[in-house]
């Protein structure tokens, strides 16, 4: 079945420190969201990608995080360098472009903390 | 402003006995509705959804319905099981493929 691959699965980090997160999506699946939830909330957007093209970071703190689609398949969120208030759940899902009701599949997540 | 809320942050419910997970949205734009359930340590999982050319969608143990004047949904399970026991979040979007707006969550606990 196919799925969304994330790595790594968890990842600690002292403060000021650079990380970075990879996501392969589904294969054929032009739009990668990357998102992240905080413990007790739902997830929310960092950044949308439809093919090679950011669509819409409005909500990525730019200052500190980056993120790129190279060639339209895989990606990486890189954080540099990371404050304490990272610490959370950084998910990646993936969704076919050019239909205008469907679900996005989410990859299990990298748990980033922050010390 | 939370655009998809989702008031309850924990159900307890009897094995066999349904589970009624509500969620209100405040964005008229929204057209597309999802329910995702979620384990501890893993990604959410798609679980049903609903358009709102539709009131009601049905799959298997699993019910949504949309009420459109109201802004509210709610996804029914019937019957109840200990594997349901999760966190189910509900999320909307509307057309153009704009991404999803998530609810907090509400916690579901099916006790044997």
């Known amino acids: 079945e196919a799925e969304v691959a994330q790595s790594p699965r968890y990842k600690i980090t002292e403060k000021s420190q650079a990380v970075a997160f990879w996501c392969d999506p589904i294969?054929?699946?032009?739009?990668l969201y990357w998102y992240r939830q905080i413990l007790g909330q739902g997830p929310e957007l960092l950044v949308q990608?439809?093919?090679?093209?950011?669509?819409?970071d409005s909500q990525l703190p730019k200052d500190r995080f980056s993120a790129e689609r190279l060639k339209g398949v895989d990606s990486t969120l890189k954080i540099q360098p990371a404050e304490l208030g990272d610490s959370a759940m950084y998910l990646c899902?993936?969704?076919?472009?050019?239909?205008?009701?469907?679900?996005?599949?989410f990859g299990q997540g990298t748990r980033l903390t922050v010390v | 402003d939370q655009q998809v809320k989702q008031n309850s942050p924990s159900l307890s419910v009897q094995e066999g006995r349904i589970s009624i997970l509500n969620c209100d949205y405040t964005?008229?734009?929204?057209?597309?509705f999802l329910w995702y359930k979620k384990y501890p340590a893993e990604g959410p999982t798609f679980l049903i959804s609903?358009?709102?050319?539709?009131d009601k969608n049905e799959d298997g143990r699993f019910t949504v319905f949309l009420n459109k004047s109201a802004k509210h949904l709610s996804l029914h399970i019937v019957p109840s099981q200990p594997g349901d026991s999760a966190v189910y979040f509900c999320?909307?979007?509307?057309?153009?493929?704009?991404?999803?707006?998530f609810g907090k969550g509400t916690r579901l606990s099916v006790i044997a």
């Open positions: 899902a993936s969704s076919l472009f050019r239909q205008m009701n469907t679900e996005a599949f």
């Open positions: 294969s054929g699946h032009a739009t």
């Open positions: 990608f439809q093919d090679e093209s950011v669509v819409d």
């Open positions: 964005n008229s734009m929204f057209d597309y």
């Open positions: 609903i358009s709102s050319i539709k």
């Open positions: 999320a909307a979007s509307g057309s153009g493929n704009t991404p999803l707006v």
